[in-house]
């Protein structure tokens, strides 16, 4: 079940999505719990009468972890909030530390009676040095947080964004998409995606192609600044993204360094 959080905006498209796995039998993984919005945290207690088992956060991003702490005070048994403590270099309002940090590689199950419902935590650095992507092994569904949006690219903002590890990351969910059968991805933000295989070598293309233009653009202005680059590298992304997307140039130029590619900045 997916429910969409009222936040809707710029950067969040239509809301966050926050998925719930599981069956009154079982009880529910409730996966990135949204802002600390009482609606939506209401509604995701409703849905799932309570019966919460484990509340699971793909990163420490504001849309996403803030809700985890009144949704788990709102259940009779408290589950534990799961995900990965945020980095060193994170932004200060993204702080957040959970109950147990999620290793790749675990496996979290729900089982009643013959019914279970497994999830395998997949570590996906790149938008967020915390972020982690889950597996819906009986499904084949792969939740892929903000790793891989509906409808536009995600935002790799550094020091705690990484632009080496988000490619390198995608490059992993490709080859889990061919090991576990993934036939859709839900992502946080934005409508269930097919074709798995093609949604992900068309983010790693895109991904490339820019960093080509920015690499051509600090090639025509090898002492401009920033912004002279973003104008150059950016032409085809209305004006008011810019703020944004100067972050990801900067993710990209912090790449090219790591190649040994001049980008002197004035």
């Not at 945290?41 to 956060?57: E, H, N, S």
């Not at 991805?185 to 093609?198: F, K, M, T």
Request: proline share 7%; glycine share 8%; hydrophobic share 40%.
């Amino acid at each position: 079940m997916r429910l969409t959080a009222s936040n809707s905006g710029l950067m969040t498209g239509p809301g966050t999505n926050s998925y719930i796995v599981g069956t009154m039998a079982t009880g529910f993984i409730v996966i990135d719990p949204g802002p600390d919005d009482q609606a939506h945290l209401q509604r995701i207690f409703a849905a799932t009468g309570g019966a919460i088992r484990m509340i699971v956060c793909t990163h420490s991003h504001v849309d996403h972890a803030p809700g985890a702490r009144p949704l788990q005070s709102m259940c009779p048994h408290k589950p534990p909030v799961l995900g990965r403590s945020a980095g060193p270099a994170d932004r200060a309002s993204h702080h957040f530390v959970p109950d147990r940090e999620l290793l790749d590689g675990d496996v979290l199950t729900l089982a009643h009676d013959g019914e279970t419902h497994r999830l395998l935590v997949v570590s996906t650095p790149g938008h967020a040095s915390n972020h982690v992507c889950l597996v819906l092994l009986e499904d084949g569904l792969l939740f892929s947080g903000d790793h891989i949006l509906n409808g536009s690219t995600t935002i790799i903002d550094p020091p705690d964004g990484n632009m080496t590890a988000y490619l390198t990351s995608l490059d992993r969910l490709n080859a889990i998409c061919t090991e576990r059968d993934i036939d859709f991805i839900l992502p946080a933000h934005g409508y269930v995606l097919d074709r798995p295989h093609d949604q992900i070598a068309r983010l790693k293309a895109h991904r490339l192609a820019r960093e080509a233009k920015i690499a051509g653009a600090v090639k025509a202005l090898p002492t401009g600044s920033i912004d002279d680059w973003l104008r150059l590298a950016y032409t085809d992304v209305p004006e008011r993204l810019w703020p944004a997307a100067s972050r990801s140039l900067l993710a990209h130029l912090e790449r090219l360094d790591e190649q040994g590619r001049p980008t002197s900045q004035a």
